[in-house]
């Protein structure tokens, strides 16, 4: 058995990341860390976990959820054990109002053109049907790794140009209905 030795040991470096992140960790409140733990939820999970990933008292968890699932960002799922999940609904409500406001329709439409076209590219010869399991089927193991960067790729392509649809409605009801959002 080898001997251990210290200087095998990353050295203690001041203004480390983890000092970093331990610093900024103390300076946000407990409601901001139970909310950047939901927001990263992705199955129910329970308040316990969430407390320990927001490094807060379980108790503080809870109240915070709470507030949390009376905002819609969160569902509870569960009593007993009580769960919490990530409200997609709320996260994609955030991310159709963000591009309304940044983009003006033309920007939209241009974006998605963009979207559309490289999901072309990427789905190109899978004709249809699941493109996870066409993707995924008989796939060399050396190839693996690319094969699922290029799903993730289609994934988020997805999302977003339903996204930018839903932002392109939006915008077009609130044009029809003479709503108008002015950047302060």
Known sequence: MAEHDASDEPPDMPGSFADSWAESVADRSTKER??????????????????????????????????????GVVDQTSSDP???????????????????????????????????????ELTDG??????????????????????YDRLSEIRTLRRRTRDIRRALLQSQQDDSAGNHWQPA
Not at 35 to 60: F, H, K, M, N
Not at 105 to 114: A, P
Not at 126 to 147: I, Q
Request: proline letters at 3%.
């Open 34 to 71: 139970v909310y950047e733990v939901v927001t990263g939820l992705t199955e129910p999970t329970s308040v316990t976990e969430i407390a320990d990933r927001a490094d807060c008292s379980p108790g503080g968890a809870r109240t915070n959820l709470k507030w949390l699932a009376s905002m």
């Open 126 to 147: 899978l004709d249809g049907g699941d493109v996870d399991a066409r993707l995924l089927s008989e796939v060399p193991f050396d190839e693996l790794e690319d094969t």
């Open 82 to 120: 009580v769960l919490y999940e990530r409200n997609e609904a709320y996260f994609e409500f955030l991310r159709v109002d963000r591009l309304t406001k940044e983009y003006t329709e033309t920007e939209l439409e241009s974006l998605l053109d963009e979207h559309e076209t490289r999901l072309e």
